[in-house]
């Protein structure tokens, strides 16, 4: 569970926000496979968020899609070094 605020919700206002404040329920997974592709680390994250914020755009707590939601995020990374990793993100 995630809570979040503005701390000052004025310019928020102002432009349509209907909510200065949200809670998300989230549940996530993660693995890291060492050695999986090609001797390379691979390492993988799936998350699962049911909120009310909206994931694009300035009104982050409400406007013209204020209501609940189930959202899905995935990631994915081959670490190509210890200090180098190439990786996507949805």
Known sequence: M???SLDDGTV??????????????????????????AGY?????VTTRYCKANQLGLLGYGGNNASNKLLFEASTAIFLSRKVALGVEY
């Open 41 to 45: 680390n691979w390492f993988w994250n």
């Open 12 to 37: 928020a206002k102002l432009v349509g926000a209907e909510s200065t404040s949200g809670t998300d329920f989230y549940l996530a997974a993660s693995k890291l496979h060492l050695g999986a592709i």
């Open 2 to 4: 995630q809570h979040k």
